[in-house]
């Protein structure tokens, strides 16, 4: 299985590739957000929960952009392709 990429969702797009990160499935990606969102309250926040949904190309980067988002707390950031 192909790699992905994720970044966090940040002010400006400069800002917000420089947490690119790549992963391998997408239990990896709720692993990594779970433990980032566990420092505002273990158990606040259920990472499994999120959504990936279709955003946009971004002709800037090159990516297929799709919104990783938790209802409850927001936009997480963004990935490359469907995961």
């Given amino acids: 299985m192909e790699k ?3 970044r966090e969702h940040r002010g400006s797009l400069l800002d917000s590739m420089d947490t690119v ?3 391998k499935t997408k239990q990896d ?3 990594h957000l779970q433990k980032k ?3 505002f309250g273990r158990g606040k926040y259920d ?3 999120m959504t990936v949904e279709p955003y946009v190309f ?3 980067i090159g990516w ?3 919104l990783v988002h938790l209802a409850g707390y927001g936009v997480l950031g963004y990935t490359n392709r469907q995961i």
């Fill in 47 to 49: 990472v499994s929960k």
């Fill in 58 to 60: 971004d002709h800037r």
């Fill in 29 to 31: 990606l709720v692993d």
């Fill in 21 to 23: 990160r790549e992963f």
């Fill in 37 to 39: 969102l566990d420092q």
């Fill in 4 to 6: 992905f990429k994720f």
């Fill in 64 to 66: 297929d952009t799709h």
